[in-house]
């Protein structure tokens, strides 16, 4: 699937090549395909590190993680616009690989149910190459609870440090975590151990990003006080909460294609919201804190849902959750399936041609 992705996006590309988002994003494809949007930034960061403009967009608002390892790369010979995608479609299988053996763990009889509806998930070109940091944060989240549902809680931990270091989700994470992790020892029946809280400690990729900040340009929340700049136009507020951009984009009317883009996101959005309250009934409240903060926070914050049906893909658990409810529904789980990939491939076309997918 990550090669037919990959493919339909350089079709894409090829059919209508849209405008470079980075100096120097290299003709040679399908890397000239990968990197959109986004990618501009991270490949910024790579090369130039952290700087604030007042008043304008500025790349603070995305974390380290991710620009490091593809700046590491460089120092291997690696140019920052091959590198990025290499890293993403590395995590990106890991990612899969890992969804495989934690949900086979957790749901051990519908486990192996789940791995189709992530991987044709609409938004699921973003863990094949597209230089966004989502694919790497999914890998190091799932590692994370891969671990400690193995008992691994130094490693959990770890792995859920880097994870914070990569995506603005650190209270989601941690609290899952240590949640996961109580509930596991009650089910067993055993007394608690030091190491069962030590997955709190996952919140230190956060604490160090917002340290390198309030060190560097004096505020450590930078990466949230940027998002009201212009063009991102997202200030916390009442008219985020009530979606009031939202409708002014939609009503009384819009481009079709920006229509879709808007009633989709919002569609996915309420359709993982209302997986929430089964996630917590089976599979418990650790996952169930996990995705209600995960995908309740952004779709909370988001002007108009935008970046939504990407974003949950973070919240992972509701594929599992997903596939016991449509268990006992063949019929509904093929569609699902058949029109879930359509879109797919439509969105990867789109992707490749320069639209603004997610």
Not at 126 to 137: C, E, I, R
């Amino acid at each position: 699937m990550g090669v037919a992705s990959v493919t339909l996006m350089t079709l894409g590309d090829v059919w209508r090549p849209p405008k470079p988002f980075g100096a120097g994003v290299p003709e040679v494809q399908p890397f000239h395909a990968l990197v959109r949007w986004d990618g501009g930034w991270y490949g910024e960061i790579a090369q130039n590190g952290y700087w604030i403009a007042p008043g304008q967009q500025s790349p603070v608002a995305y974390f380290p993680l991710y620009p490091l390892l593809v700046r590491a790369l460089g120092l291997l010979g690696i140019g920052r616009w091959f590198a990025g995608p290499l890293i993403s479609f590395a995590a990106g299988v890991a990612a899969l690989l890992l969804f495989a053996r934690w949900a086979s763990r957790v749901k051990p009889g519908v486990g192996a149910a789940a791995m189709p509806l992530l991987l044709l998930w609409p938004f699921a070109e973003y863990l094949f190459g597209v230089m966004y940091s989502d694919a790497l944060f999914l890998a190091l989240a799932l590692g994370a609870f891969t671990a400690l549902e193995e008992d691994h809680p130094v490693l959990a931990t770890l792995l859920g440090a880097l994870a914070t270091a990569t995506r603005p989700v650190a209270p989601g994470l941690v609290l899952g975590l240590v949640v996961r992790s109580l509930e596991r020892r009650r089910l067993a029946g055993a007394p608690l151990r030091f190491v069962d809280v030590l997955p709190a400690a996952a919140g230190l990729g956060l604490a160090a990003y917002m340290a390198f900040l309030f060190v560097k340009f004096g505020d450590p929340l930078a990466f949230a006080h940027v998002q009201g700049a212009p063009g991102w136009d997202q200030p916390p507020g009442w008219e985020a909460w009530l979606k009031v951009w939202w409708f002014k984009e939609l009503f009384p009317r819009s481009a079709p294609l920006v229509a879709i883009r808007l009633v989709g996101h919002a569609l996915a959005t309420l359709g993982g919201l209302a997986l929430i309250v089964p996630t917590f009934k089976r599979l418990g409240l650790g996952y169930g804190v996990y995705v209600l903060i995960v995908l309740g926070l952004p779709a909370l914050a988001s002007k108009d849902f935008h970046s939504l049906g990407r974003y949950l893909m973070a919240a992972f658990p509701l594929f599992l959750t997903f596939a016991t409810v449509l268990e006992p529904r063949p019929k509904l789980r093929a569609a699902w399936l058949v029109a879930s990939g359509l879109a797919l491939a439509a969105l990867s076309v789109a992707l490749g041609m320069g639209g603004y997918v997610a």
